[in-house]
């Protein structure tokens, strides 16, 4: 019966490495696809340049507009789910800790609002600005980003707020806090490093998707400097190039991919390094 149990102790254990590093080796492979095809395209004209004159026709030129735009979408989305997500979520935890009943069935429309498609929150947005007469816009595709991302700002927070003893949470209260100074000075501080792994995966669905800004950021070469101005982004310019006849604008399409895989990667690195200097053992 032992050596039964040990047989699938190390069957279990094993299947269980081999999915891991399945999933880093996919991971690299990725990787390693989008720099082979794209990094002989790669050039700093790309980054610093706005597209001229029959550049996705193999002209001269550079992705600087989707660059900027998907930054200023990304930035301005999460921003918006993070005024919504956190206090959302210490609500959920320190105010409705008592209504488990009230919890799950919060958490289940987050969990369903997580899961529609991107596309359906596009369709959404467009239905908004054609309600309320707005163009595709930036203003536009921060929104419906932010729409996207708030259930992933919510739930990631929530996820780790639920792991915090409650006897702190108790303990709190019978100093005399308040539920609202025992949210902010107790509960967000402990669970601070979840948040920022939050803020990380947001920030990178926001930035990576293409079909919630589809019909609501448009596309423009030109760097927005309002937010009523249309805005292109790297996944739109990656779609857009990927859809040429000519070699050249598809391999500039990878190229497109390295940058936003590098930007992706730096705020990961980024976030993973906030999220250790301030973790609960370091704050006071």
């Keep these: 019966m032992k050596r039964i149990k040990r047989v699938e102790e190390k069957f279990y254990i094993g299947l269980s490495a081999l999915m891991t590093y399945s999933l880093i080796a996919v991971l690299a492979f990725i990787i390693l696809v989008i720099f082979v095809k794209g990094f002989g395209a790669l050039s700093w004209d790309m980054v610093v340049k706005v597209p001229k004159g029959g550049y996705y026709y193999g002209g001269e030129g550079g992705v600087l507009n989707a660059i ?17 997500g956190m206090p959302a979520a210490l609500y959920l935890n320190v105010h409705l800790i008592r209504y488990r009943r009230t919890q799950n069935t919060i958490r289940y429309f987050l969990d369903a609002l997580w899961g529609i498609p991107s596309i359906v929150y596009g369709a959404f947005g467009f239905t908004l600005m054609l309600f309320f007469g707005m163009n595709a816009s930036l203003l536009a595709g921060i929104i419906t980003v932010a729409l996207l991302i708030s259930p992933i ?19 709190s209260l019978a100093l005399g806090s308040t539920r609202s100074e025992t949210a902010f000075r107790i509960i967000f501080k402990q669970g601070f490093s979840g948040f920022i792994t939050a803020i990380l995966l947001s920030f990178g669905r926001g930035i990576g998707d293409a079909a919630s800004v589809l019909f609501t950021a448009g596309y423009t070469d030109n760097i927005p400097v309002n937010l009523d101005e249309p805005a292109a982004t790297l996944p739109l ?14 391999d500039r399409a990878y190229a497109s991919a390295i940058i936003l895989t590098v930007i992706i990667l730096s705020i990961s690195l980024g976030a993973r390094f906030l999220s250790k200097r301030y973790s609960k053992t370091n704050l006071k």
């Design 68 to 84: 900027a735009g998907s930054l200023y979408i990304a930035l301005g989305a999460t921003l918006i789910a993070i005024v919504i």
């Design 153 to 171: 700002m919510v739930r990631t927070f929530d996820e780790v707020l639920s792991t915090i003893p409650k006897g702190l949470h108790e303990a």
């Design 237 to 250: 310019a990656i779609f857009f190039q990927l859809g040429s006849p000519i070699p050249e604008v598809r």
